[in-house]
C-alpha cells in the first residue's frame, strides 16, 4: 500500500521517535510511506478549547495537504496517535459546517474515512496482528481515552502487543481510565489531574511492567513525566516503538542513535 504519515504536532515537535518508528515499521512490512511536508496542526487543540474560527486555517491546511488519498495517489492515511485520528474523524467537518464552509466539511468527512491509527491500520486495514516484532520486556498498556471514544481503535493495540516475540505482556488494571492529561484540563484543574494521574501510576506500578506503553505521547508524556518523578524507573512508549524492531533487526530510534526496548 501507499500510506501518507500525518506525524502529529507532539510528535513533530517532542517526541519524533513515534513517526519515526511507524515509518520503520510500515516499510519492514513492505508499504510504501510517503510524507507530505505542507502539513501541520490538526486543530484539535483550538477546537476542544473552543476556538472554532482559529481552527479554521489548520483545518484547511490539514484537508489540502492529504487530498491526494481521495485522488488515489496514497491508499490511507496513518497517524501514529488515537487523538488526532479521533479528532480528525469526528471535530474537523463538524467545525467546517460550524463556520460556512459545507464543501470543506465534506472533504474532510472523505479524509476521515480514509485516516486511521496505526494498531487500527494494521489489523483491520492491513490484516496483521502479528508484525513480526521482538520485544523482550515486560510491559503494561494504557488504552488512551481518545483512542478508545473518539478513534474507537477497539482492542487492535492490544492483539497486535500480545503477538509479539519475547513480550511479558501485563494487563493494566482500569486501563481504560483516563490518566488526568486531557490537553488543557490537567492546566485548569490541576488538583483533580494530579489525583487521576497518581492513581494510574499506581496501577502501572502494580503490574511489576518495566514498560508503559500506550498510542498517544501526549498521555505518554503526563504518565512517564509522573512515573519518572517518583523514582519508579518504569520508562514509557509509543506502540510502534514496540512494534518497530525483530529479533533479527532491532530498531534503533535515529534522534538518539539509541537500541529502543535496550
Not at 488504552?143 to 474507537?152: E, G, K, Q, V, W
Not at 514496540?242 to 530510534?253: D, H, K, N
Amino acid at each position: 500500500m501507499k500510506i501518507a504519515l500525518f506525524s502529529t504536532c507532539i510528535a513533530d515537535v517532542m517526541f519524533p521517535q513515534a513517526a519515526q518508528a511507524t515509518v520503520h515499521l510500515l516499510e519492514r512490512l513492505g508499504h510504501e510511506v510517503y510524507f507530505p511536508e505542507e502539513q501541520g496542526c490538526c486543530g484539535q487543540m483550538h477546537v476542544n478549547t473552543g476556538y472554532y474560527p482559529e481552527a479554521m486555517p489548520l483545518i484547511r491546511n490539514h484537508v489540502n495537504t492529504f487530498t491526494p488519498v481521495l485522488d488515489g495517489q496514497w491508499d490511507a492515511i496513518v497517524a501514529p496517535s488515537g487523538s488526532c485520528t479521533g479528532s480528525l474523524r469526528h471535530q474537523a467537518s463538524l467545525v467546517a459546517r460550524d463556520q460556512g464552509e459545507p464543501q470543506l466539511a465534506v472533504y474532510a468527512e472523505a479524509l476521515a474515512k480514509k485516516t486511521y491509527d496505526l494498531p487500527e491500520l494494521l489489523v483491520n486495514v492491513l490484516g496483521m496482528v502479528d508484525v513480526g516484532a521482538y520485544f523482550p520486556h515486560r510491559v503494561t498498556y494504557h488504552t488512551t481515552c481518545h483512542s478508545l471514544r473518539m478513534a474507537r481503535i477497539g482492542d487492535t493495540a492490544t492483539r497486535l502487543i500480545a503477538a509479539v516475540r519475547g513480550i511479558d505482556y501485563v494487563p493494566l488494571p482500569d486501563s481504560d481510565v483516563c490518566c488526568g492529561f486531557g490537553g488543557t484540563f490537567s492546566l485548569k484543574n490541576p488538583e483533580v489531574s494530579a489525583a487521576m494521574l497518581s492513581d494510574k501510576m499506581a496501577n502501572i506500578i502494580s503490574t511489576g511492567a518495566e514498560i508503559v506503553v500506550a498510542g498517544d505521547y501526549s498521555c505518554l508524556m503526563n504518565i512517564g513525566g509522573g512515573l519518572a518523578r517518583s523514582g519508579s524507573g518504569i520508562r514509557s512508549m509509543h506502540l510502534a516503538e514496540v512494534l518497530a524492531g525483530t529479533e533479527e533487526s532491532p530498531w534503533f530510534a535515529p534522534a538518539t542513535n539509541t537500541k529502543v526496548g535496550a
